[in-house]
């Protein structure tokens, strides 16, 4: 019973995802578009692209990158909407995870796929940090900033329940070092 709510969901889903993707694209014929989708794609990797972007697109795989996130390219399409991505993640995708040479590549900085590109070599590479620090969890706070930052230690910023105490100041009391 669960799960044929659940198929229901999806495919209530899919079915309005196409209808926004067929009132914005390819007005002529949809029947032939999904057709030729169904050619080249799954219908799982139709219904993810459709949920993604809105739209359902047929092209050329140019390349994936680190990710696992795949990159198109269709010359027939308008400028500018000639190259797309899908993520690899189905329904947490994140922008953030397009490496740049692949972000210059989708935006026409440059036509030249990653692949084809010489990088320089440096003796010291930074290892890529697979973990997205876009979210608020990971997010950098200034140590004393009041909503979650780590005390300064100078007494200014306490968190609740803290030992220390706030002293009044002696002018005849010696000098402390912090």
Sequence with gaps: MFSEFVILGICLDLVDNIHFVMAQSFQSNPVTAVREGLKQFSAKDI???VRQTRDMKTGDLVGTDLHGNRYFENRDEQFGRDRWVIYAAHMDFDPATVP???HAWLHHMTDRVPAQMTKPKYAIEPAWDPVKKTGRDTKYVNPGFLLGGKDRGDGLF?????????REWDPNAPASTP
């Design 47 to 49: 219904y993810k692209q």
């Design 100 to 102: 740049a040479e692949w």
């Design 158 to 166: 306490r968190r609740a329940g803290s030992l220390r105490t706030i």
